[in-house]
């Protein structure tokens, strides 16, 4: 079993709040990642991180931003929530391998609702 | 660049009957493979996977095999039961860089008892 932890699981929340969505893994994991996943099941990658004061954008822009002090936890930010922010976000976590073989671990994901 | 290509869902089936979930692939270099299930209101967890040619995953029932050949990865299950329904991700993951893993649409399974 994962030990990947994501919280809240749910949160609605009112437009131009400011929100963090907290990530936390025990398995010393270096490489972290937040992915977004729209109503259609679809996963898109926003951020990631190889390891402690590394972060990257992923392939989909997000006005989100993170941020890796520890290695066991990867918070994702929103300065000013908007409705167009209402989405499933997963967090996820590998161990770097040095090849293609590792694989990712999946926290339960938060489901955010901007009213 | 890399891409994967699995069939639209939702696929219903009746318990007991045989699934098949077409999923194919484009990538540089050699990639390793991975279906990936997410059940309601959860994460995405590891199904099985599959790191060269002709190797064949295998867990819980579900197999696939990888096929360089046909750069696939179909996902097969003899006898679904009620729950195995969920969403059921095709992916995969090529060596270097900082290890993206592209992943399919994703397919829903409904199994009806």
Known sequence: EADIYQTPRYLV????????????????????????????????????????????????????????????????TL????????????????????????????????????? | GDSVTQMEGPVTLSEEAFLTINCTYTATGYPSLFWYV???????????????????????????TYRKETTSFHLEKGSVQVSDSAVYFCALKTPGGYQKVTFGTGTKLQVIP
């Not at chain 1, 729209?38 to 997000?62: A, F, Q, R």
């Not at chain 1, 209402?86 to 901007?114: H, K, N």
């Open chain 1, 13 to 76: 929340i009112g437009t131009g709040k400011k929100i963090t969505l907290e990530c936390s893994q025990t398995m010393g994991h270096d490489k972290m990642y937040w992915y977004q996943q729209d109503p259609g099941m679809e996963l898109h990658l926003i951020h990631y991180s190889y390891g402690v004061n590394s972060t990257e954008k992923g392939d989909l822009s997000s006005e989100s931003t993170v941020s890796r002090i520890r290695t066991e936890h990867f918070p994702l």
């Open chain 2, 38 to 64: 997410q059940y309601p209101g959860e994460g995405l967890q590891l199904l099985l996977k599959a790191t060269k040619a002709d190797d064949k995953g295998s867990n819980k029932g579900f197999e696939a």
């Open chain 1, 79 to 115: 300065e000013s929530a908007r409705p167009s922010h209402t989405s499933q976000y997963l967090c996820a976590s590998s161990e770097y391998a040095g090849d293609a073989t590792d694989t990712q671990y999946f926290g339960p994901g938060t489901r955010l609702t901007v009213l």
